[in-house]
C-alpha cells in the first residue's frame, strides 16, 4: 500500500506480495476493511512509539524542551517514513470515500489524539484540546512537507508551534 497505493492493494496483490494463498488471507482478515483497520493502528502505533520514545529518552527536561523532543521526533519519522505519512492521509481519504469504511478514518483520528494525549500526559497533562492542536498542526506541517519536502521549514514551524504549544500548556495546568 505505501508503494502502490491503497486502491492497488487488492487482496490478490496483498497475498502475491505476502507470498500467501487468499484463503490464507481470509483466515488471518475476514475482509479488506480488517487490513485496513490493521494497517492504521499499526502505522499510528510506530508514529506515537517514535515520539514517545524520544520524549521519554529526554525526561528530566522542562516543558517546553519535551515538546522541541517531542515534535522534532515526529519531524524525523515523516522524513526517514514518507511514504506511511502519505498512505495515512491516503487511507482517510479512501475510507471516507468508501460506503461503509468510515469508521476507519474516524479509528485513525481517535488513535491519533489518543498518540498526542499520551505524549502531552508524558510531559504532564493530557489536555485534549491540546492533543487536537497538535494533530491540526502535524497534519498541516505533513501535508506541506509532503508536498515541498523542505524540512528545514517543517522543523522551523514545529520549533515555533513547539513554543506556544508550552505557552499553552503552562496556562493550562495553571489554570
Known amino acids: 500500500m505505501a508503494r502502490d497505493g491503497v486502491a492497488a492493494a487488492t487482496t490478490r496483490a496483498v497475498t502475491a506480495e505476502a507470498g500467501m494463498?487468499?484463503?490464507?488471507?481470509h483466515y488471518c482478515f475476514r475482509s479488506k476493511a480488517e487490513l485496513l483497520h490493521e494497517v492504521v493502528e499499526t502505522m499510528v502505533g510506530n508514529?506515537?512509539?517514535?515520539?514517545l520514545d524520544a520524549v521519554?529518552?529526554?525526561?528530566?527536561g522542562d516543558v517546553r524542551s519535551g515538546l522541541h523532543t517531542a515534535l522534532q521526533a515526529y519531524c524525523q519519522h515523516?522524513?526517514?517514513h514518507p511514504e506511511q505519512h502519505l498512505l495515512s492521509y491516503e487511507l482517510t481519504q479512501y475510507a471516507l470515500r468508501t460506503p461503509g469504511l468510515e469508521q476507519l478514518a474516524a479509528q485513525q483520528?481517535?488513535?491519533y489524539?489518543?498518540?498526542a494525549a499520551e505524549v502531552l500526559d508524558a510531559l504532564g497533562s493530557a489536555d485534549p484540546v491540546l492533543a487536537r492542536m497538535v494533530i491540526a498542526i502535524l497534519d498541516g506541517v505533513t501535508l506541506?512537507?509532503?508536498v515541498d519536502r523542505d524540512r528545514t521549514t517543517a522543523a522551523g514551524v514545529l520549533e515555533a508551534f513547539a513554543d506556544q504549544l508550552a505557552s499553552?500548556?503552562?496556562e493550562r495546568i495553571a489554570g
Open 168 to 170: 499553552s500548556f503552562v
Open 56 to 60: 521519554r529518552a529526554g525526561v528530566g
Open 144 to 146: 506541506q512537507w509532503l
Open 109 to 111: 483520528y481517535q488513535a
Open 78 to 80: 515523516l522524513v526517514d
Open 47 to 51: 508514529q506515537v512509539t517514535s515520539v
Open 21 to 25: 494463498t487468499q484463503s490464507r488471507f
Open 113 to 115: 489524539l489518543a498518540g
